[in-house]
């Protein structure tokens, strides 16, 4: 247990439908990091908060895509409309002055 | 722009022997920061190793060390005596002196243990 907790593991949904997912970072990390990261791929940065501002979004970040980290504790990211090419691992990490730590990430498959 | 380039897709190595893992990287920043993570599969990440850029000397973790070649911009990972466990998804990440700057990571090695 790393102390970075995301909910759910796994998630299928149908084409069009929303979603959202959740990451609990631990108290220390004032800064929460988003990524996602397709099958044999390195992990993409998203978005990341410090605290409760969002300090930086991707160009992959669409419009389709919000995130929120509304009392700086925990974080969600939602993807409205999702998109068969939405289909990946979204890891979320908290940041820590010598690197992250991850959570275990939400798997997406899009039907 | 910051790039981390990983040219071995795939490395396999017989248990309890050395393998070396390759990374490159491309930076205009003269301090910055170089890691090493390591994802098992269905597993999350964990950072295995890290070097700050203005340290001559290189990172050793135990069985894990690193030969840091800045002018080279060469950051390659050595796995001394292979154990099953180390089985993984390995990424090379550079992220700026900047602790508040996002990590950029290559696009990965998968390590292979044969017994």
């Known amino acids: 247990d790393t102390g970075v907790s995301q909910d759910p593991r796994h998630k299928i949904t149908k084409r069009g439908q929303n979603v959202t997912f959740r990451c609990d970072p631990i108290?220390?990390?004032?800064?929460l990091y988003w990524y996602r990261q397709t099958l044999g791929q390195g992990p993409e940065f998203l978005t990341y908060f410090q605290n409760e501002a969002q300090l930086e979004k991707s160009r992959l970040l669409s419009d389709r895509f919000s995130a929120e980290r509304p009392k700086g504790s925990f974080s969600t990211l939602e993807i409205q409309r999702t998109e068969q090419g939405d289909s990946a691992m979204y890891l979320c990490?908290?940041?820590?002055?010598?690197?992250?730590?991850f959570g275990s990430g939400t798997r997406l498959t899009v039907v | 722009a910051q790039t981390v380039t990983q040219s071995q897709p795939e490395m396999s190595v017989q248990e309890a022997e050395t393998v070396t893992l390759s990374c490159t990287y491309d930076?205009?920043?003269?301090?910055?920061?170089l890691f090493w993570y390591k994802q098992p599969p269905s597993r999350q990440m964990i950072l295995v190793i890290r070097?700050?850029?203005?340290?001559?000397q290189n990172a050793t973790e135990n069985r894990f060390s690193v030969n840091f070649q800045k002018a080279a911009k060469s950051f390659s990972l050595k796995i001394s005596d292979s154990q099953l466990g180390d089985a993984a998804m390995y990424f090379c990440?550079?992220?700026?002196?900047?602790?508040?700057?996002?990590?950029?990571f290559g696009k990965g090695t998968r390590l292979h243990i044969l017994p």
């Open positions: 070097q700050e850029a203005y340290k001559q």
């Open positions: 108290s220390e990390h004032n800064r």
């Open positions: 930076t205009s920043e003269s301090d910055y920061y």
């Open positions: 990440a550079y992220r700026t002196s900047n602790r508040d700057d996002k990590i950029i």
């Open positions: 990490a908290g940041g820590s002055p010598w690197g992250y730590t």
